[in-house]
């Protein structure tokens, strides 16, 4: 319940991609709390300000944000790629483009977010080891890969498998070449069968694809 609580707080409003955002920071803040008996003043309830602005629902990939302020958690990216364990259903997938890891469309369009600054925070920073790295280069790793990178990372809750998982629908979306191809051909021989039924379906969708020369990539 921390977005409507912060909302009753003062802290900003839900807009309509179920976040919470205010004039000032944007949305990009994660909430937290401290429990007290102190007999604080209560704060007034923020005001919402999205107006007849709609970019995060046009923006969403997978129609995720079904109505303003309404989303379908079932096809947000995040759920699929962090809390889901198990197969990602098949319509969604190539949607999903290259998002190997949580989504953030919905926050990246909103106008509110032009005011946002980044975090002095260290924890918050993109570590240097992962970023800018080739989908091969996570396709590559072994299990002891997956925990050595990720230690002390919200990264690790997707877990080995299902992080490999996400790694082999974004090759399965990714435009076709040898090095894409023999990725995929690696994670289809995974010993993890969720991992090899996710890599077989990339298989399927570049074998499609070079047949018709199309490419479905959002990148
Ligand atoms: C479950 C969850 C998810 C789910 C569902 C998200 C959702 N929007 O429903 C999934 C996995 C999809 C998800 C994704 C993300 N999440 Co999340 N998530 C949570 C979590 C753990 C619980 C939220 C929850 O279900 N609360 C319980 C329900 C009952 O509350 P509610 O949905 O707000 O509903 C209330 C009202 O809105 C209203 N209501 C809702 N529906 C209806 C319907 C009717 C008819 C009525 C009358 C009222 C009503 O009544 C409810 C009670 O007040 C919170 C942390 C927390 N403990 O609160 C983080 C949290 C919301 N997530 C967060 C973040 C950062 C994300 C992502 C950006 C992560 C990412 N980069 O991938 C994405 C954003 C996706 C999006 N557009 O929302 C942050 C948001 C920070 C912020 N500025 O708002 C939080 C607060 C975590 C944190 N501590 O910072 N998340
Ligand atoms: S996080 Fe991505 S998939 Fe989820 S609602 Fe926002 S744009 Fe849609
Ligand atoms: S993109 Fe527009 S509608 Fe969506 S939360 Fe931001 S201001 Fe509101």
Redesign the pocket.
Known sequence: MEKPLAEKAGLGWIGK???LLNKTDGSWFFLGELYTDLPLPVDQPATGHCGSCRA?ID???????VAPYE?D?R??????TIELRGSIPEHLRPL?GN?IF????????CPWNRFAQASGEGDFSPRDAVTDRELNWFASWTEDDFHRHTAGSAIRRAGYEGFLRNVAVALGNAPTSPIIVGCIDKLARHPSPLVREHAEWARKRHGKEADSGVVHYRG
Do not use: E, F, K, W
Request: proline letters at 3%; hydrophobic letters at 35%; glycine letters at 6%.
């Open positions: 991609h179920t976040n995060c923006a969403c990939p997978t129609g995720a944000i989303l958690a096809r947000c990216i995040s759920y699929l999903m998002r949580g989504c953030d469309d919905c926050q990246a369009v």
